[in-house]
């Protein structure tokens, strides 16, 4: 019965990755075979906004300044991807992923224009060129694990050289107090706020969204709270009347195909926080069923 936790489709995640290598070809044989100017319709910027370019707050996660930034990025995408994408589901994973980079670039090119308004010289350069890179979207998956999984430990190199363990809500908290510090600090033209920005949408994505705070992604049962209730115990008759509704007398294959596949697609779609009780104890007994076979 073992089958990928994602099910039949290919994971989010490595469709990204694939999306990703391969927009980043194309840019490279655009700018090496012609003299169009990719980077004004496709990167995002203030100019391109105000000509209406909209689309640039999707295609400019696809682009990257180099193959060390692609390198770094499809990196942190397929570490930290996967395990977010098998909690919260196909769907939510990337509205995820690209609502970060789309939050992220709007804080970058707003704060541009607000700084280019107020004369603000010092940090206004950092600003004025176009934004590519993929970082605010794994930024927003890094602090949406450190919020889903926060004692997770990990084990990073610092300066790729030299391995620190630290838990993962540290890791949010490092990342986000060195954002802030660069962007009162700016030096370079990496867009620090676009990060600090796909931060602050994982964090309120899985602290809001995924919880179902928000109508739209309220369950399709609308199960009333949980409280906490006296119950009287239960009778060995009604836990065998229990068994006797999952473990139907079935073949296992038509058991597999009947009671389990249904329920594996609905984890794939929706993520495994999505089942009901029922739904998890029949999982169970197709566990134990596999197990004596």
Request: one cysteine or more.
């Amino acid at each position: 019965m073992r089958r990928p936790a994602f099910g039949p489709l290919r994971p989010a995640t490595i469709t990204l990755l694939i999306i990703s290598v391969a927009a980043f070809l194309v840019q490279l044989a655009v700018g090496a075979t012609s003299h169009f100017p990719i980077n004004r319709y496709f990167a995002l910027s203030v100019e391109g906004l105000r000509h209406g370019f909209v689309w640039q707050l999707l295609t400019f996660q696809f682009m990257h300044g180099g193959i060390l930034h692609m390198v770094l990025n499809c990196w942190g995408l397929y570490v930290f991807g996967r395990e977010v994408e098998e909690v919260l589901g196909r769907r939510s994973f990337l509205t995820l992923y690209l609502s970060s980079g789309v939050i992220g670039g709007l804080v970058q090119v707003l704060a541009g224009t607000v700084l280019a308004l107020l004369g603000a010289s010092a940090w206004g350069a950092s600003f004025a060129a176009p934004v590519v890179g993929a970082s605010a979207g794994v930024f927003g998956l890094v602090a949406a694990f450190a919020v889903l999984y926060p004692e997770r430990q990990l084990t990073m190199l610092l300066f790729f050289i030299i391995p620190v363990n630290m838990r993962a809500k540290f890791l949010l908290l490092f990342l986000a107090l060195a954002t802030v510090f660069v962007i009162a600090f700016p030096k370079g033209n990496v867009a620090h706020l676009a990060h600090l920005g796909g931060m602050l949408t994982g964090i309120i994505f899985v602290r809001y969204a995924v919880h179902w705070h928000w109508p739209r992604f309220k369950r399709t049962e609308r199960q009333p709270p949980r409280r906490l209730v006296k119950v009287r115990s239960r009778t060995s008759a009604d836990w065998e009347q229990d068994k006797e509704v999952i473990e139907e007398d079935l073949p296992p294959a038509e058991f597999l195909s009947r009671e389990v596949d249904p329920i594996l697609e609905k984890i794939s779609a929706q993520g495994i926080q999505s089942l009901t009780d029922r739904e998890r104890k029949i999982l169970e007994s197709a566990r134990q069923k596999m197990a004596k076979r």
